[in-house]
């Protein structure tokens, strides 16, 4: 009799599963849930069965690497529901995921498609984001650990604008400089190293790394230019940051725009002014 009962079960939820693909991700989600695409909204909505199919299909494509289609399809899904939670946070994902793998020249399948190719920014990235939080905020805590979203957590927008934090907070603050990736605005070598990055390490000492052309035969590590090192300290007090390098004190504050803007009169430094930057994959 049990037997018989085990049987009837596994019957209905072969043929559950192979009618209801949702559901097969959802069983597939729970023993993959280290991942944030993996896992399903709880948010109290009625989700468009449309959208739910589309984002299945999107994950199904992620999962086999085929970033370019699952971005299609949760955006898809996005437009069926704007309102399905895990469809804009997998949107979120999967558009930061295009965004980094731009970096290391490795999307270049999206150029036949204009609109997507346009799509993919760290606009688009932040408004999926910010949307699905908002729909569901289990997805912010998810969203501070999660692969996909790596490079997004170098930048101050994450900060500022997923995280709330103060610039006045001095923990925040510190948290902030030690976690975006500061490097200088303007001029940058063979389209992708930044001229000067300036790193605040968690022991109060900061480091500035300065790129330099190289002249003649390229280095062994591939790489036209090398790095020269400021090294100083760090001081955080009501939103100023004071630098001590080459004695001397040089402070700064971080404007609207997420730029870190030094008042350097000796010019200590090798520029001003750092911030969160990429370089242009994308036409806009």
Known sequence: MQTLIKLT???TLTALLANNPAVADHVVANHSSHHAISHHTTANHAISHTAKQLNTQGFRQYKQGNHVQALRLFRRAVKADENYA???YNLACTTAIALDRCLVGD????QDDDELWQFISYNNTFSALKKSIQLDPKRLQRSKTDPDLADIRKSYRYYHEILGYDN??????TTILQNVD???????LY???PYARMIFLKNGQVQIRIAHLIDGEVPKNSLPWYHTYQ???YKIANGVVTLEIEGQQIKGRIDDEGTLIFDDKQEVLPTNRYRFSRPECFSA
């Open 86 to 88: 895990l469809a804009q």
């Open 9 to 11: 079960l596994i019957t």
């Open 191 to 193: 389209h992708t190293e």
């Open 231 to 233: 090294n100083g300290r």
């Open 182 to 188: 500061w490097q200088s605005t303007g001029m940058r």
């Open 168 to 173: 006045h907070n001095n923990q925040q603050l």
């Open 107 to 110: 999307f270049e399948e999206t």
